[in-house]
């Protein structure tokens, strides 16, 4: 398969196989000077596409590729169906529902700790944002007048 570079990128090319698309980018993250000409290692991903679709699949951060030749040779194993694409899209399927479960069980048990508190205090969420916006539009000088009388001051 033969890799050409994507006009205008510095460090993306193309290739055509059949039906299929792959496109290798270089992924830039962190602070790099700009004249840099190729990512650092280990940070080259590859999206392919199927004629006249969107992308169907992209290696993301699961399977990064340490040097361009690596995504030419994950390319190449696509292509000649060494690598099912399929598979690799269900895994990662189930890894982006895993990872949203999670991040729900985190948010569930945060609103219930903050609840918590709520109730300890005898106020309701709606209370606290009405509190919260009442506050935001004192001005600053009431502000301070209202920490004095609490004893805490500002200077």
């Known amino acids: 398969m033969t890799f050409k570079k994507i006009r205008g990128s ?13 496109i290798i980018r270089g992924v830039r993250t962190g602070i790099q000077p700009i004249s840099a000409a190729t990512p650092p290692a280990g940070r080259y991903t590859v999206d392919i596409y199927f004629s006249g679709e969107g992308p169907i699949f992209n290696t993301r951060e699961p399977d990064r590729f340490r040097t361009m030749e690596a995504a030419m040779e994950f390319c190449e194993a696509v292509d000649a169906g060494d690598i099912d694409i399929e598979e690799m899209r269900r895994r990662y399927e189930a ?4 990872a949203e479960e999670a991040a729900n069980r985190r948010a569930d048990a945060a609103a219930k700790e903050f609840r918590e508190a709520l109730d300890h205090w005898g106020l309701k969420y709606t209370e606290l944002l009405d509190l919260v916006d ?3 539009s004192l001005p600053d ?3 301070r007048r209202l920490l004095t009388m609490e004893g805490v001051g500002l200077p």
């Open 10 to 22: 510095k460090d993306s090319f193309r290739a055509k196989a059949g039906k299929r698309t792959y």
């Open 95 to 98: 890894e982006d529902m895993a």
């Open 141 to 143: 000088m009431v502000h």
């Open 134 to 136: 009442k506050q935001q």
